[in-house]
């Protein structure tokens, strides 16, 4: 048995052990989603620019509707944080009858 200081991976002591492997980046598989989303949003824009839009007025109007009131949702739920709406369960649990009682919700605990 060798008795002397410690040798670690990095330091060179032992050979091979210094050697270190390199992360493979992860960003190729990411933004592969994204740009799929991208592109066939292009395509559907395209599709509406040339002509082929086969839907009525109505139906055109319906989704126009459906993806104002989707963003109007979406705005509702970002403009609170989470422990705000914890705070709004609270005061609604401290509403209710205590036949149903459930819990409180603690984030502190």
Known sequence: MER???RLKGSGGA????KRRKKKKKAAKD???ILEQIVSSEKQEEEKQHGLDKRTPAQVAFEKMQEKRQMERILKKASKTHKQRVEDFNRHLDTLSEHYD???VSWTK
């Open 15 to 18: 050979p091979g052990a210094g």
């Open 4 to 6: 002397g200081p410690l």
């Open 31 to 33: 933004k592969a989603p």
């Open 102 to 104: 459930i819990p409180k």
